[in-house]
């Protein structure tokens, strides 16, 4: 019998800090009129932050077998909302156009439900590709969230635009390989 992680690890603590810079990250995009250079920094380096803890308490939990249901769960709630707050906030700055808010979280609200549909069969893994298409909206974003110049905001586009391409050919292809997946599985199963 494998032994089971304790909910209460470092993993999942990373989660938590996560879930609780989501609302300091907005606030510092927000003070002042949304575009006061120190605070655009400040909330740059929360979601810096954010995003390494991201990295962290995957590669800690399968490292040293602190998956737990409440990470697996927990996870990506936490990535969700962190993207999602940016996106959002972006967009509602004039920074952002409301079409790249729309179709990344749309994805992600669809994928999110395929899983929860498919759960009882067992979770869908990260792909490669989505691993890439969240590193790529991170990137993005943070640039999007930094104030730049016009040379920088041109590479941000490059990458807000390959991430959003990525996006919808990922989603795509959870789509796809879950119904590759129960059609392939007997009735009753």
């Known amino acids: 019998m494998v032994p089971r ?11 938590g800090v996560r879930m609780a810079l989501v609302p300091v990250f907005l606030v510092a995009l927000f003070v002042g009129d949304g575009h006061e250079t120190y605070w655009r920094v400040v909330a740059f380096v929360v979601f810096a932050v954010a995003v ?34 940016a996106l959002i906030g972006l967009s509602m700055l004039g920074d952002l156009p409301w079409w790249v808010t729309v179709v990344i ?14 759960l009882r069969r067992g979770i869908i893994p990260a792909s490669r590709g989505g691993k890439l298409k969240t590193l790529l909206q991170a990137v993005a974003i943070g640039l999007f969230v930094l ?9 941000a586009w490059v990458l807000m635009l390959a991430a959003v391409v990525l996006t919808v050919i990922t989603g795509i292809d ?15 199963h």
Do not use: Q
Not at 5 to 15: D, E, G, I, K, M
Not at 105 to 118: F, K
């Open 52 to 85: 390494i803890t991201d990295r962290l308490d995957g590669a800690l939990a399968r490292s040293y077998g602190m998956v737990t249901e409440f990470g697996t769960l927990a996870d990506p709630i936490a990535d969700k909302a962190l993207i999602g707050a």
């Open 174 to 188: 959870y789509f796809v390989s879950a119904y590759r997946d129960s059609r392939a599985r007997p009735a009753g």
């Open 105 to 118: 979280l749309s994805r992600e609200l669809a994928v999110t439900l395929l899983r929860l549909a498919v």
């Open 5 to 15: 992680a304790r909910v209460a690890n470092l993993a999942n603590a990373l989660t």
């Open 147 to 155: 104030p730049l110049s016009d040379g920088w905001l041109t590479g």
